[in-house]
């Protein structure tokens, strides 16, 4: 991990680290797309009540979490940066649209956790600050902040993540013995934490200095 961390961008390293988020992205992407049916059938069970009264919550957040999920690697390929530019701001405008509406969704739904107000908070915490940091990845490439705006959608994608690394903790905590409901509440809280400190070790590693001094679109 360390040495994938510390490796240039456009090394091996890096470009297996981002292949494995790409191929688990996508794993959850089709895992939570039956969700957008609103089928009864795919909710978890202990849920289903609440899913079925919040429907449109619900739809928010799972589609825009989709399209979030499915559309951040992409902007982290410089090549296509590049050499798209147009699909590039295209792309970033959807992602951050689906940010937000992720966000919106996961705030209206944090509370209904089954397992309590513990999880709640974990989640409701992961949904403000979903959209806090699309709102900045957003006002910082207004503002032509290149270096910034791409710390803040590293972090957003980290959080965004969260939809991955939540069903790992489970399936890990289970597997340890953890009982379910425990691992839930767990798992609400380590999804993105852990996902926020592997973030900032990868920006202080590409932008030493945070960020600063900022370089601007010209």
């Not at 429907?55 to 399209?67: C, I, R």
């Not at 994608?157 to 690394?165: C, K, N, Q, R, S």
Request: proline share 6%; aromatic share 10%; no cysteine.
């Amino acid at each position: 991990m360390k040495e994938s961390l510390n490796a240039p961008a456009g090394s091996p390293a890096r470009r297996a680290g981002w292949a494995a988020m790409t191929v688990l992205a996508a794993a959850v992407v089709v895992l939570t797309s039956p969700y957008l049916t609103l089928d009864p059938d795919v909710f978890l069970e202990p849920q289903k009540a609440v899913y079925l009264a919040r429907q449109g919550s619900l739809f928010l957040h799972v589609a825009g979490g989709v399209v979030a999920l499915a559309l951040g690697p992409a902007q982290f390929v410089s090549r296509l940066r590049r050499r798209f530019p147009a699909v590039h701001r295209f792309t970033g405008r959807v992602y951050l649209t689906g940010a937000l509406a992720a966000g919106v969704g996961g705030l209206l739904l944090a509370p209904t956790s089954y397992t309590g107000p513990v999880a709640a908070l974990g989640f409701g915490t992961l949904a403000v600050l979903m959209l806090l940091t699309a709102v900045a990845a957003f006002v910082s490439i207004r503002r032509r902040q290149v270096d910034r705006h791409r710390i803040w959608i590293t972090r957003s994608y980290a959080l965004i993540f969260a939809a991955v690394t939540f069903r790992l903790w489970l399936i890990v905590l289970r597997m340890s013995g953890v009982p379910f409901d425990d691992a839930y509440v767990w798992g609400a809280w380590l999804s993105w934490m852990i996902n926020l400190l592997v973030a900032e070790l990868v920006i202080r590693t590409t932008w030493p200095a945070g960020g600063r001094p900022e370089r601007t679109a010209g």
